[in-house]
């Protein structure tokens, strides 16, 4: 089974910390995608990378910044925290050759809050 | 720019009954749609996909169509349960395998 996983379920952090939220798939994929989801708003794209040190922005990714050093680990950095910056962060990957369906596989998610 | 919508109101079925979700989008031509299924707290779990040239697809209780000259998108599942209760989002892939959410249907399950 694909695994996805996210280093933490919740997490609190303060107005203007830097945040790190880590994500590690072990299939191999090279796509890796970090959204944010609210209510009402859905899931919206922050970035996300098409294989190692590769990054493209997706809807909305002013705040944030992300690392792909290697090919499993896909990080989001929340440079400066704020409040609307609360919300649940999701993590997926999907593969190039694999998966003629394109699907995503998701992270269990982490609950940030940011007060 | 693209949109996509779902009935983001609740919908309530009776069990044994069949739903029937709705997806609509616009500015956009994908090539491939799909639902996922999401509970609560956790990350949405891949269900379907269809192809631009599929009408239909089936998977066990699960139904897709898909209408690109309507640029819709029905998702039904047959004889619900209670646990099929959840909430689902319909998604077009575009490059990259980069996808587009709606914000989702919460479907309850009525014993």
């Known amino acids: 089974d694909v695994k996805v996983t996210q280093s933490s379920r919740y997490l609190v952090k303060r107005t203007g910390e830097k945040v790190f939220l880590e994500c590690v798939q072990d299939m191999d994929h090279e796509n890796m995608f970090w959204y944010r989801q609210d209510p009402g708003l859905g899931l919206r794209l922050i970035y996300f990378s098409y294989d190692v040190k590769m990054k493209e922005k997706g809807d909305i990714p002013e705040g944030y910044s992300v690392s792909r050093e290697k090919k499993e680990r896909f990080s989001l950095i929340l440079e400066s925290a704020s409040t609307n910056q609360t919300s649940m962060y999701l993590c997926a990957s999907v593969g190039w050759t694999e998966s003629p369906s394109y699907e995503q596989y998701f992270g269990p998610g982490t609950r940030l809050t940011v007060t | 720019s693209q949109k996509i919508e779902q009935n983001s109101e609740a919908l309530n079925i009776q069990e044994g009954k069949t739903a029937t979700l709705t997806c609509n989008y616009t500015?956009?031509?994908?090539?491939?749609l799909q639902w996922y299924r999401q509970d609560p707290g956790r990350g949405p779990v891949f269900l379907l996909l269809i192809r631009e040239n599929e009408k239909e697809k089936r998977k066990e209780r699960l139904k897709v169509t898909f209408d690109t000259t309507l640029k819709q998108s029905l998702f039904h599942i047959t004889a619900s349960q209670p646990a099929d209760s959840a909430t689902y989002l319909c998604a077009l892939v575009g490059g990259y395998q980069k996808v587009t959410f709606g914000i989702g249907t919460k479907l309850q399950v009525i014993p």
């Open positions: 500015n956009y031509s994908p090539a491939y």
